[in-house]
């Protein structure tokens, strides 16, 4: 069982930077792939990025490639989530997720835990 809290979310101007951070309880924390999703109003759930257990491996999404960045440190049991150059249509609620095992995965079925999202909105 792992339950995940996200925080960092906010406001912020295009072209700015925000931080998101999702914190994990359970003790299998490091053996679990985790990603990030977001959804803005009235679209689906997207793939934004996830990150191997070890933290070796990363995928992205096309639309966030050389602007974001995932990374995590198991001995906090924290996940992040480091956005640049921020554009209006990032704006949306960014979910963290978990699933067991070493496989990168980009679809919500395949993520078993999800935290409650945090808001972040990108002004032009």
Sequence with gaps: QVQLVESG???VQAGG???LSCAASGRTFSSTTMGWFRQAPGKEREFVTAISWSGGRTIYADSVKARFTISRDNAKKTVYLQMNTLKPEDTAVYYCAAR???ALARTTP???YWGQ???VTVSS
Excluded: H, V
Aim: charged fraction near 20%; hydrophobic fraction near 15%; proline fraction near 7%.
């Design 117 to 119: 999202g945090t808001q």
């Design 9 to 11: 979310g906010g406001l």
């Design 110 to 112: 395949e993520y078993d």
């Design 17 to 19: 930077s925000l931080r």
């Design 100 to 102: 067991p095992g070493s």
